[in-house]
């Protein structure tokens, strides 16, 4: 006992009595485990974490002990309850040395996250930088870990703040952020945005001009909802690397949370479903995992970016529970989903596996959508049956189950979440927008049950001729009318494909031309069902873009949240 209170004596006279250095009062710093360091400086003390600083003046901390810090907890997060006035900090070692400047643009408060260098630490030391003027930082705390790395904008300020995301010159609603991506050669890389539009019913439009590092230069308008949204913005697809973006339009209603991302590298080791992929040309589900997207960037994402030469597969950014299938022509389309677009909805082959030399040379779509009851049901009757499925068929199983689509219980498929929609490149430019704008309302179909609620009102509304006239044209579309929920769903898709000036055209004129090609005894029909019922298309139309607006902020034409 004496012992230990010799020790003690010694342990206390080195840092009190000899070096003089007092503890930091009010700013608690925990290393990567948890536990906290305390924190020493010279006299005199810091209370409350308050630090001022006149000029030329440095304040050096010690950490007791040493701070040891490692990959992959590397961060530091820094609390600050306001700042005042340009202050660097550095932290230092006997091998190494890290500086960089405080974020003037978190002077009313906030979080300040940084990478530090793996090395130990002995302590970090702060001082002001140009000017005359006196400067403050008061801490609040401070630690060590693997936090977010996000710059994030609530309430007309900014809040949290990623040395790799440094905004500056916040006025008049436009800032300039400074990006640092680090050394990373990966090409699924480049710039996310987390938006949210607070206050629904006020249009809210950003402009971002991305800047390289030379000449290049890309501006892009982003569409803000009334849900949160993670808009990824590939180098890639951008066609260079971003070293700074203007963002204008960043007004108090928005939510905005700016980071890098790098994608991980996806394992080539196979799904995780319990039969193998047999397919010769595709890769093991783990290896190509949805690429989350606007769908702009879908339709637009560079071919000879996509990892595979056949596909690419990709999550819908606005609802996450969608996967779309970009294919690079219409055969692999049709082996991955022709099958199953007669067993889900053509008429007269509705509820039963068809083989190829029967169908094959069918007419079937360019485009597709499925939720999880048909695509279980597709796959369980296969099972059943010991019906021979093509490679991709059974890939495209075990995909599904991958990424939660479809689940397996009790060695059979179940709905998962969400469901699946797939286009082509075959298709020209423009016929991809239109049939992915039809099939993105299958999407939001899918996932919103006040939407299906809304359309199923609308439908029963409907008078007897109104829903003849659906019937008729579904069918003669070779839909099978007699599965309600087909029905239903192809008729808002229908009406929303069409903007409001274009659904009273496509509809009386457009579709009708098609039909009386063939079937010159309906034009009677068709006019008088028109005369009875003038705003038969419009009227539930708007009705339904009412909803979509209200709820997600989207309309047959603004469905893409980038607009080039």
Not at 86 to 101: C, K, P, V
Not at 147 to 171: H, K
Not at 348 to 365: A, E, F, S, T, V
Request: aromatic share 14%; charged share 25%; glycine share 8%.
């Amino acid at each position: 006992m004496r012992c230990f209170w010799i020790l003690s004596f010694w342990i206390l006279w080195f840092f009190f009595g000899c070096s003089k250095d007092v503890p930091v009062e009010g700013f608690p710093f925990f290393d990567q485990e948890g536990k906290g360091i305390s924190l020493f400086v010279s006299a005199p003390g810091i209370k409350e974490g308050t630090f001022l600083l006149g000029k030329d003046q440095t304040r050096e901390v010690k950490f007791v002990p040493h701070l040891k810090v490692e990959a992959g907890s590397n961060r530091v997060r820094l609390k600050i309850a306001k700042s005042r006035g340009r202050i660097w900090i550095e932290f230092f070692g006997s091998n190494q040395r890290y500086s960089l400047e405080l974020p003037t643009l978190l002077a009313g408060g906030g979080y300040f996250t940084f990478e530090l260098p793996p090395s130990r630490y002995e302590g970090f030391r702060i001082w002001g930088k140009e000017g005359n003027e006196s400067r403050e930082v008061v801490f609040q705390e401070g630690r060590v870990g693997n936090f977010s790395f996000n710059t994030r904008f609530e309430e007309g300020r900014f809040v949290e703040i990623a040395s790799s995301v440094i905004p500056n010159n916040l006025d008049k609603n436009t800032v300039v952020f400074k990006l640092t991506s680090g050394s990373d050669p990966s090409p699924l890389k480049g710039v996310r945005f987390q938006l949210i539009n607070k206050e629904p019913l006020s249009l809210s439009l950003i402009r971002a001009t991305f800047f390289g590092s030379g000449k290049e230069k890309r501006t892009i308008i982003l569409r803000t909802r009334p849900i949160a949204e993670d808009v990824f913005v590939y180098d890639r697809w951008l066609g260079f690397t971003p070293v700074r973006v203007q963002m204008e339009g960043i007004e108090r209603r928005i939510g905005l949370t700016v980071s890098l991302f790098t994608m991980a590298k996806a394992s080539h080791e196979g799904g995780v479903s319990n039969r193998e992929s047999t397919s010769s040309i595709l890769p093991p589900a783990k290896a190509l995992y949805p690429l989350p997207a606007d769908l702009e960037t879908l339709l637009s994402f560079p071919q000879d970016a996509w990892r595979t030469k056949d596909l690419e597969v990709f999550r819908w950014s606005l609802f996450p529970e969608i996967l779309i299938f970009d294919t690079k022509d219409y055969t692999l389309q049709k082996e991955l989903f022709h099958r199953l677009a007669f067993y889900l909805e053509k008429k007269g082959y509705r509820g039963k596996l068809q083989p190829d030399q029967k169908i094959w040379d069918l007419h079937g779509w360019n485009a597709h959508n499925y939720r999880g009851e048909g695509l279980a049901a597709f796959f369980n009757e296969a099972e059943k049956t010991k019906f021979p499925l093509n490679s991709k068929e059974l890939w495209l199983a075990d995909y599904l189950v991958t990424y939660g689509v479809l689940v397996r219980l009790n060695d059979k498929y179940a709905p998962g979440r969400g469901g699946i929609l797939s286009v082509s490149r075959e298709s020209s430019d423009t016929h991809r927008r239109l049939l992915l704008t039809h099939e993105a309302f299958h999407g939001v179909y899918y996932v919103s049950k006040p939407f299906q609620e809304l359309v199923a009102s609308l439908w029963k509304g409907l008078s007897p001729d109104e829903r003849k006239y659906w019937l008729y044209v579904l069918s003669w579309m070779q839909y099978d009318t007699s599965d309600t929920y087909l029905v239903v769903n192809e008729f808002q898709a229908y009406l929303l494909q069409q903007s409001q000036n274009m659904v009273d055209r496509y509809f009386k004129e457009i579709m009708v031309q098609r039909v009386l090609e063939k079937n010159p005894e309906m034009e009677g029909f068709f006019k008088e069902v028109f005369e009875k019922h003038p705003d038969m298309f419009l009227k539930p139309s708007l009705r339904l873009q009412e909803f979509l607006i209200k709820e997600f902020g989207i309309s047959s034409t603004s469905l893409t949240t980038i607009r080039p």
